[in-house]
């Protein structure tokens, strides 16, 4: 059984930063995906195996990164100059694809989330 555990999540201000980590029980393309109260499950940033073609959402391009230490089975991503909008619960998810897939379908499996409010 695949195991993706989120963590890193929080309360922060307006323009703050965090760093979310993702431990997973092998070597998977990742990726991270987003859902906010109300809304459907999003694309963030996915990452291949070797820590290449990191592949992002353009409402987070320049703000955030995506990155991985396979030695630790984990991958992270940093989030700069937060904003309120970015608010929602964060899901880490792993693809035994090839490629730094966007589509949520590519992800078999999933972790719980970890929650990142941002204020005004």
């Known amino acids: 059984q695949v195991q993706v555990v989120e963590s890193g999540g929080g309360l922060v201000q307006a323009g703050d930063s965090l760093r979310l980590s993702c431990a997973a029980s092998g070597r998977y393309t990742m990726g991270w995906f987003r859902q906010a109260p109300g809304k459907e499950r999003e694309f963030v940033a996915a990452?291949?195996?070797?820590?290449?073609?990191?592949r992002y959402a353009d409402s987070v391009k320049g703000r955030f990164t995506i990155s991985r230490d396979n030695a630790k089975n984990t991958v992270y991503l940093q989030m700069n100059s937060l904003r309120p909008e970015d608010t929602a619960l964060y899901y880490c998810?792993?693809?035994?694809?090839?490629?730094?897939?966007?589509?949520?379908?590519?992800?078999?499996?999933w972790g719980r989330g970890t929650q990142v409010t941002v204020s005004s």
């Open positions: 998810a792993a693809s035994n694809g090839w490629g730094s897939s966007a589509t949520i379908g590519e992800y078999a499996y």
């Open positions: 990452i291949i195996r070797n820590g290449g073609n990191a």
